[in-house]
């Protein structure tokens, strides 16, 4: 009788632990409360070497933010990122809605940018950040791509591409939950 019920024991454990295993994979990133701050840029066809700002602003509350991947989708028919190297792409903040900016610990580490296999014209430009930071409620935080404009159009409003950012972040003792941002999106007025 009580080999049966160490038996039962056992099969018991064993099929918590299977039942535990499955529950246990992890979360989808919960969608991070915020809206797209991207600053809109004036280039002319004179300007070469330029900067394309995606930026979020927080809506949801302030956030210690760890580990984060960055990634933004560039018009390749417009502007190209450094290709064949590792670059970095710089962060900054503001907390009166775009006035005044402040580095930022978040910038992008280690990008790198490839072309995307979609059979589109579109250049991937991902990087990684791994230092705690905290993001304040209310406040924008934006990325300045490097680029090369290549001039094929003019007009106002002319997209030249989107970013996400996910990211790691404290909610507790010793607790934390995966986030994404709303989606980016950079524009730029393009004359003459």
């Known amino acids: 009788m009580m080999k049966n019920s160490v038996h039962a024991l056992t099969v018991a454990a064993a099929a918590f632990v299977l039942l535990t ?6 979360a989808a990133p919960e969608r991070f409360d915020g809206q797209d ?4 840029q004036r280039w002319s066809y004179a300007d070469r070497n330029v900067t394309v700002y995606f930026g979020v602003k927080n ?6 933010m760890q580990s984060k991947h960055l990634e933004f989708r560039l018009d390749a028919d417009l502007v190209t990122a450094p290709q064949d190297r590792t670059f970095e792409v710089p962060a900054e903040t503001s907390t009166d809605d775009g006035r ?11 990008c790198r940018a490839e072309t995307a296999d979609s059979g589109e014209s579109v250049q991937v430009v991902t990087c990684t950040n ?3 930071t905290r993001w304040e409620k209310n406040s924008i935080l934006r990325w300045g791509v490097p680029a090369t404009m290549t001039p094929a159009q003019t007009g106002n409003d002319i997209t030249l591409g989107n970013g996400e950012m996910a990211f790691e972040a404290a ?9 994404v941002t709303p989606r980016m999106t950079a524009r730029a007025d393009i004359n003459e």
């Not at 295993?21 to 992890?26: I, K, M, N, R, V």
């Not at 809506?59 to 210690?64: C, D, G, I, P, Q």
């Not at 005044?100 to 280690?110: A, C, M, Q, R």
């Not at 909610?171 to 986030?179: K, L, N, P, S, Y």
């Open 21 to 26: 295993a499955g529950t246990a994979q992890a």
């Open 37 to 40: 701050a991207s600053t809109k």
């Open 59 to 64: 809506l949801k509350r302030e956030v210690t």
């Open 100 to 110: 005044t900016w402040k580095k930022s610990g978040n910038t992008g580490l280690g």
């Open 130 to 132: 791994t230092n705690t």
């Open 171 to 179: 909610v507790g003792w010793g607790a934390t939950q995966d986030f």
